[in-house]
C-alpha cells in the first residue's frame, strides 16, 4: 500500500512530530516541511532529508502528491489554516489549541464534512499505555461507577518562555495555562470520565508579568454525576503532572512524570482480592500499541487505511474548547457554568476577555 504523504508547517514542536514519523517511516513518508523562516524549514529538511522547502503554506496546497499537511504553527493561524488546507482536498493535523472560539470549532466540523479532507486535532498525551490501561479498564467494566477525580499540573515557565512573541497574550496565545499547558491533563480526564456538566473556576497570573492566567483552580461536576478537581500551575519549582481517579472498584493514579505522565507506570488498586484479579484478568489482555506523537499517527494512518474514526476528531477537540469556554466564562464571571454550551452563550464566538489590549 503507498505510503501517506505528509508535509510539516511549522520548525517548533514540529521537531517532535518529524521525529515520530520517522519512527513510522514504512507507512508515512514526509515530502515537504514549511516554515516562515526559510533558514528553519532547510535546517530540519537536511536534518530530516526531507526533499522539499518552502515558507508558503499556499506552496504546499498546490502539491498534487501529497496527502497531509500537519500544521505546528501558533494558534492564532490555526482556523484559517485547517479551511485552506481542507479547500485543497488534503487531510489536516493540527496541534493544539485547534482554535480560538467553539464557534470557529463548529465552522470546522461543518468544513470537514463538506469535503474530502479529515482533521484530526492533536492529543498525543491520550496514547501513554497507562492511561490506555485505564481506558481498557473501564471499557471492560472493570472500574465500575466514577466518584471523585483529581488532576494536577504543575510546571514551571521561566520569564525567558515568554521570549516568543506570541506567548502570553490574550490575541496570539488565546489563554494561559488552562489553554496552553493543562489541557492535555484535562483531556486525559474527559477521554475517561465523558463530558462535563458544570465547571466553577478561579484563574491568577502570579508567575510572570504576562497578561494571560499561569495558576488556576477548578471544581467539575461530570455528566455522570463523578467530581473532580483541578489545579494547574506554572510556577511549581518541582514539575509534576498526576491523575488520580477514584472508581467505585479500584483507585488509578499516574506516575508524576510532567510531560509523560500518561505513560506507565500507572498502579491500579482494587477495592477487594477479587477485584484485584480483574484487573490483572483485563490488563493480560491489553494490547500495548505506540505512544505519544507516533502512537496518535500510527492510530490516524490505520484509521485513514480502515475509513474508521480517528484516534481524535474534532469533535474531541470541540468537548476540549467547550471546557476552556467554561472555565474562562466562570473565572471572569465568578458564576457557576453549565455545559453544554451553544450558539446562545456569550462566549460562544470565544472566550478572550473584553479588555485585550488590541494587537496584544
Ligand atoms: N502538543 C503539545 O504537547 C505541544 C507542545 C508545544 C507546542 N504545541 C503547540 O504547537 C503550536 C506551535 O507551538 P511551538 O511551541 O512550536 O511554537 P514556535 O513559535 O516555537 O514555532 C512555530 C513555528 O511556526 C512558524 N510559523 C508561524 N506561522 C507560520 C505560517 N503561517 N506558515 C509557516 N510557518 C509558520 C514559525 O516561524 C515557527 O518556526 C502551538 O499551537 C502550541 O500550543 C503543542
Request: proline letters at 5%; charged letters at 25%.
Amino acid at each position: 500500500m503507498d505510503k501517506l504523504r505528509v508535509a510539516v508547517v511549522g520548525g517548533g514542536i514540529g521537531k517532535a512530530h518529524l521525529d515520530a514519523y520517522l519512527k513510522l517511516s514504512e507507512e508515512i513518508e514526509v515530502v515537504a516541511v514549511c516554515d516562515l523562516d526559510l533558514a528553519k524549514a532547510q535546517g530540519l529538511a537536511e536534518t530530516y532529508r526531507v526533499p522539499r522547502v518552502t515558507r508558503d503554506l499556499a506552496d504546499l496546497c498546490r502539491m498534487e502528491d501529497l496527502d497531509v499537511i500537519d500544521l505546528c504553527t501558533p494558534p492564532q493561524g490555526h482556523f484559517e489554516q485547517i479551511q485552506q488546507v481542507l479547500a485543497a482536498g488534503k487531510h489536516v493535523v493540527c496541534e493544539k489549541p485547534l482554535v480560538g472560539s467553539l464557534r470557529e470549532a463548529d465552522a470546522l466540523i461543518a468544513a470537514e464534512a463538506a469535503s474530502q479532507g479529515r482533521v484530526m486535532p492533536i492529543f498525543q498525551y491520550r496514547f501513554g499505555r497507562g492511561l490506555q490501561k485505564l481506558k481498557h479498564l473501564v471499557a471492560q467494566g472493570v472500574a465500575g461507577r466514577a466518584y471523585l477525580s483529581t488532576v494536577e499540573t504543575a510546571w514551571r515557565r521561566r520569564a525567558s518562555y515568554y521570549d516568543v512573541p506570541w506567548r502570553g497574550k490574550w490575541q496570539t496565545e488565546l489563554g494561559g495555562a488552562l489553554l496552553s499547558h493543562a489541557i492535555h491533563a484535562h483531556d486525559m480526564l474527559t477521554y475517561i470520565l465523558g463530558s462535563t456538566k458544570s465547571v466553577f473556576a478561579r484563574t491568577a497570573t502570579r508567575v510572570n508579568p504576562i497578561e494571560v492566567e499561569d495558576c488556576a483552580s477548578v471544581s467539575l461536576e461530570f455528566s455522570d454525576g463523578s467530581l473532580a478537581s483541578l489545579s494547574v500551575t506554572l510556577g511549581s519549582p518541582q514539575e509534576i503532572t498526576r491523575h488520580r481517579f477514584c472508581f467505585e472498584n479500584l483507585v488509578a493514579e499516574s506516575n508524576t512524570e510532567p510531560y509523560n505522565n500518561s505513560a506507565e507506570p500507572w498502579r491500579f488498586v482494587g477495592d477487594t482480592p477479587e477485584v484485584d484479579a480483574r484487573i490483572g484478568a483485563a490488563l493480560a489482555r491489553f494490547e500495548p500499541l505506540p505512544e505519544r506523537y507516533e502512537g496518535q499517527f500510527f492510530r490516524f494512518v490505520r484509521a485513514l487505511r480502515q475509513g474508521s474514526a480517528l484516534p481524535v476528531t474534532l469533535a474531541d477537540a470541540r468537548a476540549s474548547l467547550e471546557l476552556v469556554t467554561a472555565m474562562y466564562d466562570s473565572a471572569q464571571t465568578g458564576q457557576d457554568v453549565t455545559l453544554p454550551i451553544g450558539e446562545d452563550h456569550p462566549k460562544y464566538g470565544g472566550w478572550l476577555p473584553q479588555t485585550v489590549p488590541a494587537g496584544g
